[in-house]
């Protein structure tokens, strides 16, 4: 009866790790990011900006997009996301860009997925004093 017992506990205590995987927070992507994709596209390389401010596992902002010269409105606004471990997966909200990044210190690699798919690297260039630390 006591090893029934011990083992229905056991069973019931146990976390599947993908769960863990998928809540961990190993990452901060607050701040102003700036990116080129190497993939020329038909109006010049795409490039990208993100400023983001993270809550925990999640993050709003807004992106920037341009093809070369031109500023591509359409691929520009509001965007949300979430972070698990360090991959973050964004949306824009009111319009078709979407993308998954891996974030490591000042560097994000990865893909744009829509609305067409290119690899990107985006860079840190900015971002807002943490409280308790000393700008130089």
Same mark, same amino acid.
């Given at each position: 009866?006591?090893?029934?017992?011990?083992?229905?506990?056991?069973?019931?205590?146990?976390?599947?790790?993908?769960?863990?995987?998928?809540?961990?927070?190993?990452?901060?992507?607050?701040?102003?990011?700036?990116?080129? $994709?190497?993939?020329?596209?038909? &109006?010049?390389?795409?490039?990208?900006? %993100?400023?983001?401010?993270? !809550? @925990?596992?999640? *993050?709003?902002? $807004?992106?920037?997009?341009?093809? &070369?010269?031109?500023?591509?409105?359409? %691929?520009?606004?509001?965007? !949300? @996301?979430?972070? *698990?471990?360090?991959?973050?997966?964004?949306?824009?909200?009111?319009?078709?860009?979407?993308?998954?990044?891996?974030?490591?210190?000042?560097?994000?690699?990865?893909?744009?997925?829509?609305?067409?798919?290119?690899?990107?690297?985006?860079?840190?260039?900015?971002?807002?004093?943490?409280p308790g630390s000393q700008r130089q």
């Amino acid at each position: 009866m006591l090893i029934a017992a011990a083992l229905a506990i056991g069973v019931g205590c146990t976390t599947p790790s993908d769960w863990i995987e998928r809540t961990l927070v190993t990452v901060d992507v607050t701040g102003t990011w700036y990116g080129a $994709s190497p993939v020329r596209g038909q &109006g010049g390389y795409p490039d990208l900006w %993100l400023d983001l401010q993270q !809550e @925990g596992p999640k *993050a709003k902002g $807004s992106t920037r997009a341009s093809m &070369g010269a031109a500023q591509s409105p359409a %691929l520009s606004g509001p965007i !949300e @996301g979430t972070i *698990a471990g360090d991959v973050f997966t964004f949306r824009q909200t009111n319009g078709p860009v979407t993308g998954e990044l891996t974030v490591s210190g000042d560097e994000m690699t990865g893909e744009i997925l829509e609305p067409r798919r290119f690899p990107i690297v985006l860079r840190r260039v900015g971002s807002p004093p943490r409280p308790g630390s000393q700008r130089q």
